[in-house]
C-alpha cells in the first residue's frame, strides 16, 4: 500500500503567480488534512477535507487560500497570488477512520513551497 | 482550545546516553497524544501515541512515552541513544478521532558520538 503521496516536492514560484500543490492520500483514506511549516516552526493545521466536502477549514488564511477534495482525484490547495510569506514546507496527511488506526495521520513528504 | 508545550527547542545528547523530550498539552476532554519524528526533508513518522488504554505507550525504534493526567505531561524517552535517532520530534494533540492535529513547536536532536 503506497503512502500518502504529494507532488511537486519542490515548487518555486514568482510573487503574483498561482500555486496549486497535489495530495493523494493512502488507498481507502478519505479523509485529508493539509498542515503548514514555516520556516524553524512547527506544523500549523489548515484544512481537514472528506470526498467533496470541507469539514474544518478555521486554519486557512481568508484570502487567496483554498482546498478541494474531489470525488474523483488528488486534494489540491490552491495558493494564488503568492506572496514570500508563503515560503514554507506544505504537508498533508490521510486518516482511514476505521481500523485500529483510525485514529492516526499518515504524512505525506511535503511540497516546499519557495517564492521569489 | 488545545495547546502544546515542548520544552526546549534544541536538545543534545550523547550517543548511548538517556534520550527525554517533554511535552506538555492542555485540553478541556481526555486527549489523544502523539510523537511523531522528522527526518531532514522528509514528511512525519509516527512514533507512538496514547488513545486512553495503558499509560505507558511503547512505539518504534525504542522509544516510549508516560502519560500522565495529572501532570498533563507525555514525555518521550528512549534509554540509549543512537545516531540515528538525530532528527526533530513533534508532540501533538487532539481531543477526538478524525480532529485536527495541535503540534507543539518541535525539538531538535543533536546526538554527539
Known amino acids: 500500500n503506497a503512502g500518502v503521496m504529494q507532488n511537486p516536492r519542490h515548487l518555486v514560484r514568482r510573487r503574483g503567480q498561482e500555486a496549486r500543490l497535489r495530495c493523494s492520500p493512502m488507498?481507502?483514506?478519505?479523509?485529508v488534512y493539509w498542515y503548514r511549516q514555516l520556516p524553524e516552526e512547527g506544523l500549523k493545521f489548515m484544512v481537514y477535507?472528506?470526498?467533496?466536502?470541507?469539514?474544518?477549514e478555521s486554519g486557512m488564511p481568508k484570502e487567496r487560500f483554498s482546498a478541494e477534495f474531489p470525488k474523483e482525484g488528488p486534494s489540491i490547495l490552491r495558493i494564488q497570488q503568492v506572496v514570500r510569506g508563503d515560503s514554507a514546507a506544505y504537508f498533508c496527511?490521510?486518516?482511514?477512520?476505521?481500523?485500529?488506526?483510525?485514529?492516526?495521520?499518515?504524512f505525506g513528504p511535503g511540497t516546499r513551497l519557495t517564492v521569489l | 482550545a488545545q495547546s502544546v508545550t515542548q520544552l526546549g527547542s534544541h536538545v543534545s545528547v550523547s550517543e548511548g546516553a538517556l534520550v527525554l523530550l517533554r511535552c506538555n498539552y492542555s485540553?478541556?476532554?481526555?486527549?489523544?497524544l502523539f510523537w511523531y519524528v522528522q527526518y531532514p526533508n522528509q514528511g512525519l513518522q509516527l512514533l507512538l501515541k496514547?488513545?486512553?488504554?495503558?499509560?505507558l505507550v511503547k512505539g518504534i525504534n525504542g522509544f516510549e512515552a508516560e502519560f500522565k493526567k495529572s501532570e498533563t505531561s507525555f514525555h518521550l524517552t528512549k534509554p540509549s541513544a543512537h545516531m540515528s535517532d538525530a532528527a526533530e520530534y513533534f508532540c501533538?494533540?487532539?481531543?477526538?478521532?478524525?480532529?485536527?492535529?495541535?503540534f507543539g513547536g518541535g525539538t531538535r536532536v543533536l546526538v554527539k558520538p
Open positions: 496514547y488513545t486512553s488504554a495503558a499509560t
Open positions: 485540553s478541556s476532554v481526555p486527549p489523544y
Open positions: 501533538a494533540v487532539t481531543k477526538a478521532a478524525g480532529n485536527k492535529l495541535t
Open positions: 496527511a490521510s486518516n482511514p477512520m476505521s481500523g485500529a488506526t483510525y485514529n492516526e495521520q499518515f
Open positions: 488507498k481507502g483514506h478519505s479523509h
Open positions: 477535507l472528506q470526498k467533496e466536502n470541507i469539514i474544518d
